[in-house]
């Protein structure tokens, strides 16, 4: 028994660790466009990233609901030391994928890393049979269409801007766009903060489960209240090297880009939000930019550096499985 909760402790305490990581290399994403127009100084657009993120984070719980269940089913996990291990051997998996692409300043999603994390530690456990499989292909589906759904919003949004605005000066409507950001900027972390926290809270949640420390899968509200603090501490130290992949090398943003690209952005993460789906706000930040910069030139656009994002997200989801099933196996030895 003390072993057990020794392990959840263990989880809990890397799932923060995870969450703490998340602040600083996805949330850079939800403020790229605003500090990269200069619409906010940089202390100040972290400031509000995190307080928003710590508000959307602590509103909505049923993404996190879904990732406790939709990958693996803890219920179905007969030894409570197995269940654990998995949980465990996820977030090691995670974190360490998380830092390696932040360290190399390449917007990879999270989301990504901790499901096929899951999903890998799961197999390497239980074999294939592990996997829900029905809950997993839902999940993944929502990871493939969101981003087609951001690009295709973020070109209809800039078009419309365009053609309203096609009559304002050039200087005039940029400034008050760049007052316009600090809204959408806002927006943009408290949708982060319903979605990205929530997973989080479903691997925690998932644990608790596995060791029989709850009975059903509901979300504790210290979970929650803890989630959304590890998450906006984790804002608090930036992430400069994915807010200059993000501003700068994708296209050269402005105002009115930048206001078309967060409120695109945002639209599609509170719609998966609402249904109770993860995305990989990753994804659909930087997919809403590629939209908003091919809506106004497509040669503006870095596809280059877009080839390289896009290859990331590819691989992101089997080598972390991969890594996770390896990391199982030390851990099945270790422990």
């Given at each position: 028994?003390e072993?057990?909760?020794?392990?959840?402790?263990m989880?809990?305490?890397l799932?923060?660790?995870?969450?703490f990581?998340n602040?600083?290399?996805?949330?850079?994403?939800?403020i790229a466009?605003?500090?990269?127009?200069?619409?906010?100084?940089?202390r100040?657009?972290?400031?509000?990233?995190?307080?928003?993120?710590?508000?959307?984070?602590?509103?909505?719980?049923?993404v996190?609901?879904t990732?406790?269940?939709g990958v693996?089913d803890?219920?179905?996990?007969?030894?409570e030391?197995?269940?654990?291990?998995i949980?465990?051997a996820a977030?090691?998996?995670?974190?360490?994928w998380n830092?390696?692409?932040?360290?190399?300043g390449?917007?990879?999603?999270?989301?990504?890393?901790i499901?096929?994390?899951?999903?890998?530690?799961?197999?390497?456990?239980?074999?294939?049979?592990a996997?829900?499989y029905?809950?997993?292909l839902?999940?993944f589906?929502?990871?493939?269409?969101?981003?087609?759904?951001?690009?295709?919003?973020?070109?209809i949004?800039?078009?419309l801007?365009?053609?309203?605005?096609?009559?304002?000066?050039?200087?005039?409507?940029?400034?008050?766009?760049?007052?316009?950001?600090?809204?959408?900027?806002?927006?943009q972390?408290?949708?982060h903060g319903?979605?990205?926290?929530?997973?989080?809270m479903?691997?925690?949640?998932m644990?608790?489960?596995?060791?029989?420390?709850?009975?059903k899968?509901?979300?504790?509200?210290?979970v929650?209240?803890?989630?959304?603090?590890?998450m906006?501490?984790?804002?608090s130290?930036?992430?400069?090297?994915i807010?200059?992949?993000v501003?700068s090398?994708?296209m050269?943003?402005?105002?009115?880009?930048g206001a078309?690209?967060?409120l695109?952005?945002?639209t599609?993460i509170?719609?998966?939000?609402?249904?109770?789906?993860?995305?990989?706000t990753?994804?659909?930040i930087?997919?809403?930019?590629?939209g908003?910069?091919?809506?106004?030139?497509?040669?503006?656009?870095?596809?280059?550096?877009?080839?390289?994002?896009v290859?990331?997200?590819?691989i992101?989801?089997?080598?972390?499985a991969?890594?996770?099933?390896?990391?199982?196996?030390?851990?099945?030895?270790?422990l």
């Amino acid at each position: 028994m003390e072993s057990l909760f020794a392990l959840t402790l263990m989880i809990v305490f890397l799932a923060f660790t995870f969450d703490f990581i998340n602040g600083f290399h996805d949330t850079a994403n939800t403020i790229a466009t605003s500090v990269s127009t200069r619409a906010l100084r940089p202390r100040a657009a972290i400031i509000l990233a995190g307080a928003m993120n710590f508000l959307g984070a602590i509103t909505f719980t049923g993404v996190a609901q879904t990732i406790s269940k939709g990958v693996i089913d803890p219920f179905s996990i007969k030894d409570e030391t197995t269940g654990l291990m998995i949980v465990m051997a996820a977030l090691i998996s995670a974190i360490l994928w998380n830092l390696a692409t932040w360290y190399l300043g390449i917007p990879s999603s999270s989301s990504h890393a901790i499901i096929g994390s899951l999903a890998g530690a799961g197999i390497s456990a239980l074999g294939f049979g592990a996997l829900n499989y029905t809950g997993f292909l839902e999940i993944f589906e929502a990871l493939i269409i969101s981003p087609i759904a951001a690009i295709t919003i973020g070109f209809i949004v800039m078009k419309l801007f365009t053609f309203l605005f096609r009559n304002f000066s050039l200087v005039k409507t940029n400034q008050r766009f760049r007052l316009f950001q600090i809204f959408t900027a806002a927006l943009q972390s408290f949708a982060h903060g319903t979605n990205d926290a929530q997973k989080t809270m479903g691997i925690i949640t998932m644990a608790l489960v596995a060791s029989n420390y709850l009975t059903k899968v509901e979300i504790p509200m210290w979970v929650r209240i803890a989630a959304g603090i590890a998450m906006a501490m984790g804002t608090s130290l930036g992430g400069w090297r994915i807010i200059h992949t993000v501003g700068s090398k994708i296209m050269k943003i402005q105002p009115i880009n930048g206001a078309a690209a967060d409120l695109s952005s945002a639209t599609i993460i509170f719609g998966f939000t609402f249904i109770h789906f993860p995305v990989s706000t990753t994804h659909v930040i930087t997919s809403s930019i590629l939209g908003v910069g091919s809506a106004e030139r497509v040669k503006g656009v870095n596809w280059g550096m877009a080839l390289n994002i896009v290859i990331t997200w590819v691989i992101t989801l089997p080598s972390t499985a991969l890594v996770a099933a390896f990391i199982y196996r030390i851990l099945n030895w270790v422990l």
